[in-house]
C-alpha cells in the first residue's frame, strides 16, 4: 500500500510559512540586537562627526578641506567635542606664532589629525603639544623650545605631509613630530567632514569640486547607521585582510597603496632636503585593554613601511602607555581621542624620546 503523495501547493505553503518564521525571527533578533547594543552603549562605539562649521574647503585638492582661520567657539553653533576650539590665524588649533623663528628657539612642528588638534579637550593648555613645550623648556636647556601645534581633524599622514609643505616649512622647524593614529591608514577617515561641506554648495559645484575625492560603499553606510552592525563588525573583523588590500590597492583618489605610504616618502624627502629630523609616534587606540590589543599588526606595518626612510624615525607608544597604571579605556571619551589624562601621558612619553635628540638644541644627538 503506496502513501499519499503531498499536495505539492501545502508543501510549498509550508516552506514559506518556515521561511517567514525564520525571517521574523532574525529580524526580530536583530532588533532586539540593536536595542542592547544601543541600550548599554557596548564599545566599540562609532566617533561623532567632525564640526564642520569650524572647517572649510581648501584649494589644494589633496589636503580637500582645512580648518578656518580665526574661528571662535562663538562663531560655531555646535561645537560638539570641538568645544573650546579657537582657530588661530594661520588656520590651525594652537597659539600665534612668528613665522621668523627668535634668535635661540629650537622649533618643533607637530602634524597629525584630531588626537593632535586635541577633539574633546576644551582646554588648549591641556593638549599635548602645549604639554610637551612645557617639559622640553623644564629642562633647564641653553635654548628655548617652541612647538607648533599644525594638527588637523580627519587627516591622513599624506595631508600631514602636505601640511608640513605649504605650512610647517615656513616656520623653519628643526625637528618634526608626526602623531599616527590608527584610522591613518584609510583615505576616508575624515569624520564627514566633506560631506558636510559638500552639502553647502551648489550641485555643479558638488560634482566639480569633490568628484573622486572620497571612496564609498554600502558597508559604510550600514555602519554608519546601525550600532549594531558596527559592534559587530569591529569585534569579529581581523585588520590583516583590510591591511593586505589596502596595501595594495590602487585608491579612487589616483595613489598607490595606502596614505601613510605615501605621507612616509614625502616626509622623508622633505627632511633630507630640510636637514631636520622627523619622529613618527604610533597612538594607540583606546577601545580595549592593551593586553588584548586588536591593531598591533597595523602598528607592524607602519614599522616595516618606515624601515627605509632613513630620515624618519618611528616609535611605537603601545608599550609606554601599556606600563602606565591607567587602563585604556580610562584614557579616552570614545577609544581613539585620548582625554585630559590620555594627552598628559602622550606628552611626557614623547618628551622622553625628544629629549636626549633634542639635547642643547639638537647638538646632543651628534655627540653620540
Not at 517567514?20 to 532586539?32: E, K
Not at 629650537?106 to 613645550?133: H, K, M, P, W
Not at 580595549?288 to 624601515?307: D, G, I, K, M, P
Request: glycine content about 10%.
Amino acid at each position: 500500500m503506496s502513501g499519499r503523495l503531498e499536495n505539492p501547493t501545502a508543501k510549498w505553503r509550508r516552506w514559506v510559512q518556515r521561511g517567514l518564521g525564520l525571517l521574523i525571527g532574525l529580524v526580530v533578533a536583530l532588533i532586539v540586537g540593536e536595542v542592547v547594543v544601543r541600550a548599554f552603549d557596548l564599545p566599540p562605539r562609532p566617533l561623532p562627526p567632525l564640526a564642520a562649521g569650524y572647517y572649510e574647503l581648501s584649494p589644494n585638492r589633496l589636503l580637500k578641506y582645512r580648518f578656518r582661520p580665526g574661528m571662535t567657539p562663538e562663531d560655531v553653533a555646535d561645537p560638539g567635542d570641538h568645544r573650546g576650539f579657537r582657530i588661530n590665524s594661520a588656520g590651525f588649533r594652537d597659539v600665534e606664532h612668528l613665522l621668523s623663528k627668535p634668535h635661540g628657539c629650537y622649533r618643533i612642528v607637530v602634524l597629525g589629525d584630531s588626537i593632535t588638534a586635541g577633539v574633546g579637550i576644551e582646554d588648549l593648555d591641556a593638549v599635548f603639544t602645549r604639554r610637551l613645550e612645557g617639559l622640553l623648556n623644564a629642562d633647564g636647556q641653553a635654548v628655548s623650545f617652541e612647538v607648533i601645534n599644525l594638527g588637523v581633524g580627519g587627516y591622513h599622514t599624506l595631508q600631514e605631509a602636505e601640511t608640513l609643505l605649504v605650512s610647517g616649512l615656513r616656520y623653519q622647524p628643526d625637528h618634526v613630530v608626526v602623531a599616527f593614529c590608527v584610522n591613518d591608514i584609510s583615505w576616508d577617515a575624515d569624520g564627514q567632514v566633506l560631506e558636510e561641506l559638500r552639502g553647502q554648495l551648489p550641485p555643479g559645484q558638488q560634482s566639480v569640486l569633490l568628484t573622486g575625492w572620497r571612496s564609498s560603499s554600502w558597508t559604510s553606510g550600514l555602519l554608519s547607521q546601525s550600532r549594531l552592525c558596527f559592534f559587530a563588525y569591529h569585534r569579529a573583523s581581523s585588520l590583516e585582510p583590510f591591511l593586505e588590500l589596502e596595501w595594495r590597492r590602487e585608491s579612487r583618489s589616483g595613489y598607490v597603496g595606502t596614505p601613510v605610504r605615501q605621507g612616509l616618502q614625502r616626509l622623508e624627502s622633505m627632511a633630507e632636503a630640510g636637514g631636520f629630523q622627523c619622529h613618527l609616534f604610533l597612538v594607540p587606540a583606546f577601545d580595549r585593554h592593551f593586553q588584548a590589543y586588536a591593531h598591533t599588526e597595523l602598528h607592524s606595518r607602519v614599522l616595516e613601511q618606515a624601515s627605509t626612510c632613513r630620515s624618519v624615525t618611528v616609535v611605537d607608544l603601545l608599550d609606554g602607555f601599556d606600563a602606565q597604571e591607567v587602563e585604556a579605556v580610562d584614557l579616552s571619551h570614545d577609544g581613539l581621542h585620548p582625554n585630559a589624562k590620555g594627552h598628559e601621558i602622550l606628552a611626557s612619553l614623547v618628551h622622553r624620546h625628544l629629549k636626549p635628540v633634542v639635547s642643547d638644541g639638537g647638538r646632543g644627538d651628534e655627540s653620540q
